[in-house]
């Protein structure tokens, strides 16, 4: 299945690595389907502030913000300054996110995780509810790094992923 067809699925794997090209391809349908496309360079990512800065400034994060996982989490996971029909997030050189910080990267897939499911399922809190959502996150970095990052999502226990070469 070609990756712009798995990337407005509802069902998993929700997190996929990208070792080829097309992610060039990829990151130009951002006008198509009302999509959220957000691109998030990993070289920009490489310790937890400059990680926060990245995705604040690029998921346009409102002003209360603040730099810890608890408040990204409630951003990346409310997004409703972003409408959209469907949410993806392109990583760019993705072994370089949090480079050597294996703790907080572990904290940072995690939340990436829950977040696609969370919105892939939809939400009734009372005041938040919203209608089940495709939302993807897809790594990209290039086959010399391949074994690399996939070892890293392995050993904190991530392992439906969708690898595409």
Same mark, same amino acid.
Request: charged content about 30%.
């Given at each position: 299945?070609? $990756?712009?067809?798995?990337?407005? %699925? +509802? *069902? #998993?794997?929700?997190?996929?690595?990208?070792?080829?090209? %097309?992610?060039?391809?990829?990151?130009?349908? %951002? *006008?198509?389907?009302?999509? !959220?496309?957000?691109?998030?360079? #990993?070289? =920009?990512?490489? &310790?937890?502030?400059?990680?926060?800065?990245?995705? *604040?400034?690029? +998921?346009?994060?409102?002003?209360?913000?603040? &730099?810890?996982?608890?408040?990204?989490?409630?951003?990346? =996971? &409310? +997004? #409703?300054?972003?409408? @959209? %029909?469907?949410?993806?997030?392109?990583?760019?050189?993705?072994?370089?996110?949090?480079? !050597?910080? =294996?703790?907080?990267?572990?904290?940072? /897939?995690?939340?990436?995780?829950?977040?696609?499911?969370?919105?892939?399922? #939809?939400?009734?809190? !009372? @005041?938040?509810?919203?209608?089940?959502?495709?939302?993807?996150?897809?790594?990209?970095?290039?086959?010399?790094?391949? =074994?690399?990052?996939?070892?890293?999502?392995?050993?904190?226990? $991530?392992?439906? +992923?969708? /690898?595409?070469?």
């Amino acid at each position: 299945m070609k $990756i712009e067809k798995k990337i407005k %699925e +509802l *069902s #998993g794997p929700y997190i996929h690595l990208m070792f080829t090209d %097309e992610f060039q391809r990829l990151m130009q349908l %951002e *006008s198509k389907d009302n999509f !959220g496309y957000v691109s998030i360079d #990993g070289e =920009n990512c490489v &310790d937890i502030v400059r990680l926060f800065d990245e995705f *604040s400034k690029n +998921l346009r994060f409102p002003d209360y913000f603040s &730099d810890n996982w608890n408040s990204f989490d409630e951003c990346i =996971n &409310d +997004l #409703g300054w972003f409408e @959209a %029909e469907q949410y993806v997030i392109f990583i760019n050189d993705a072994n370089s996110v949090l480079l !050597g910080d =294996n703790e907080n990267f572990e904290s940072f /897939i995690r939340i990436l995780y829950k977040t696609c499911v969370e919105w892939a399922k #939809g939400r009734d809190y !009372g @005041a938040l509810v919203t209608i089940p959502t495709p939302f993807h996150v897809v790594f990209h970095c290039t086959a010399d790094k391949e =074994n690399y990052i996939i070892e890293r999502f392995r050993r904190i226990g $991530i392992d439906k +992923l969708d /690898i595409i070469k």
